[in-house]
């Protein structure tokens, strides 16, 4: 490790004094100005962590779902997968050690780790439509040649297909080609495939409309669209063209907004979906016959995806495990639904996807989706010694072993994906037969309302049972039980925000009224014993 080298770049992306980071789930996040000595540093732990790994890691320059001017990076594992926790101390320590440190440092975390430091390094950039995202995967790409690694620069992509991207050059190809090319051809070949089984009821020409909320998907499903357009025509909007990323579109505002983004008219009973930023978030929605608006979330995705799969194993007959992961966030409706009438066992977890990923390891065929609509399956080599065993089956058991096959390809196992999740969702649509109004119709969510409490010290509060219970402080749990038993189909957790100080409440009932009640008297109880600061929580009634 050349030190003196490291010195003098380092300081040509000199740190901000002060600032402090944390990297969590989505990496590291911020205004886009403060990220260029980040960005430096983050090439140097990739650069570390393939040495350590022997094998390729990956930069993702993106934000996501934020505003335009903000920025931020994560770094992506050998098989596709988010940074090992242990990583992420790393990360954070190092982007928040000053100048003087940085050699100690450094030292700190290959000696740790026991890195080789002679071993190569081969490091993969990409980056999202951010104007400055260009400069700020330069810096990455300065900080993994000062440790001697090499790189390939992917330019623009979604992150999905970043992730896509180091799974297939950490498998020596066996799960795909580390191309574009390759990503778009095995994904619309699967999806066409797919398509030709379906019967022609319904919808013979199928036609989606699509909100790219002015990022990274706009671009990619252009240059994807007449790979898979005897199958699905779709339209964009919200294009990059003009508006701005993220504003006033997108698959978070949608969700959180609960209407369309702007710049989509809707005619009644039109399939629409949006995605978010970059690309790793999908939902649907659609207006009734009387303009009413209705969302699609991650748990009616899951509903959908996971039916469909459990219907396959039926067919095939063969005796092999699937289950569905969620957040507490899921409507109670959908997990009634799926342990109830599908028969699909329902497992929970603490929020972030890495939580959902790893439990979902766990089974033959794993789903899982937040709410928000990011999310994905993962097949068991089991599941695909199977299907190769599926030739010597009677035709009926062989043509749905074929679909399985088909839909394992067209899913992007490596991370959620949004073109990949709504060609699944599309596929699925086809050969079940369904209108957007009857998938819809599954079940009906709960009422439910989110809340957030601003405390003086968010970690007051602890939780446990995947973060549906409160352990401190004392009595809020109690308090919480009491309030809960005056709704019907009432349900309320609490837990601290990941980066903030506030305390985030969610509440569920048989009524929308009931549920804003019990989210204020829920947020009142956050308020007097978990130390809240600021106005008292107002009635919701007085929010909207």
């Not at 928040?96 to 080789?116: C, F, T």
């Not at 196992?413 to 957007?436: H, P, R």
């Not at 405390?455 to 995947?466: F, G, H, L, P």
């Amino acid at each position: 490790m050349d030190l003196g080298a490291i010195t003098k770049y380092s300081a040509l992306h000199a740190k901000p004094s002060g600032l402090v980071l944390q990297y969590g789930t989505a990496g590291f996040r911020t205004k886009a100005e403060h990220l260029d000595h980040v960005m430096f540093r983050m090439g140097l732990l990739a650069a570390l962590r393939s040495k350590q790994t022997k094998s390729t890691v990956g930069v993702m320059v993106t934000a996501s779902h934020n505003p335009e001017e903000d920025n931020g990076v994560k770094l992506v594992d050998p098989l596709g997968e988010m940074l090992a926790p242990s990583w992420e101390e790393h990360a954070t320590c190092l982007a928040n050690a000053e100048e003087q440190d940085m050699q100690r440092v450094l030292i700190d975390i290959s000696e740790k780790e026991a890195v080789n430091l002679q071993q190569d390094a081969f490091v993969v950039v990409g980056r999202d439509t951010r104007p400055s995202s260009e400069k700020l995967s330069q810096s990455v790409m300065d900080g993994v040649t000062v440790l001697g690694g090499q790189f390939h620069d992917y330019g623009l992509l979604t992150t999905p297909q970043l992730h896509y991207m180091v799974y297939c050059r950490n498998t020596g190809g066996r799960y795909g080609k580390a191309t574009l090319e390759g990503y778009y051809q095995k994904l619309s070949k699967a999806f066409v495939e797919l398509i030709k089984q379906a019967s022609c009821s319904g919808d013979e020409y199928r036609s989606l409309k699509v909100d790219c909320a002015n990022g990274i998907g706009a671009l990619k499903l252009r240059e994807m669209e007449h790979y898979f357009s005897q199958g699905l025509s779709v339209q964009l909007f919200n294009d990059g063209s003009k508006g701005k990323l993220n504003h006033l579109c997108g698959a978070d505002f949608v969700k959180s907004h609960q209407k369309p983004p702007q710049g989509m008219e809707i005619k009644s009973n039109e399939r629409c979906c949006s995605f978010d930023g970059d690309a790793d978030r999908i939902v649907y929605y659609y207006h009734d016959a009387d303009g009413h608006f209705h969302l699609i979330d991650g748990d009616k995705i899951a509903t959908l995806i996971s039916s469909f799969l459990k219907e396959l194993l039926m067919e095939i007959g063969e005796n092999l495990n699937i289950g569905v992961v969620q957040t507490a966030y899921a409507n109670g409706s959908s997990t009634r639904y799926l342990e109830e009438v599908m028969k699909v066992p329902v497992y929970c977890t603490k929020t972030g996807v890495k939580h959902l990923h790893h439990k979902a390891q766990e089974f033959d065929i794993g789903v899982y989706f937040e709410a928000n609509g990011h999310g994905t399956a993962l097949f068991s080599t089991a599941v695909e010694m199977k299907i190769k065993q599926s030739e010597q089956l009677e035709e009926k058991k062989r043509k749905a072993a074929k679909m399985l096959e088909n839909i394992i390809d067209l899913f992007n196992q490596a991370a959620g994906d949004a073109i990949s999740d709504m060609l699944v969702i599309e596929a699925i649509l086809a050969l079940k037969g369904l209108t957007v109004q009857q998938w819809d119709a599954l079940y009906t969510d709960l009422p439910n309302r989110q809340l957030k409490v601003q405390v003086a010290d968010r970690r007051v509060i602890s939780t446990t049972n995947a973060e549906r219970q409160a352990v401190t402080p004392p009595g809020l749990q109690e308090a919480i039980n009491d309030l809960v038993k005056k709704y019907k189909l009432s349900r309320a957790f609490v837990r601290p925000s990941g980066t903030e100080d506030v305390v985030r409440v969610y509440a569920e009932a048989d009524s929308q009224e009931s549920a804003d009640h019990l989210a204020h008297e829920v947020s009142l109880a956050v308020f007097q014993l978990a130390g809240g600061i600021g106005e008292r929580p107002q009635p919701v009634s007085c929010l909207y």
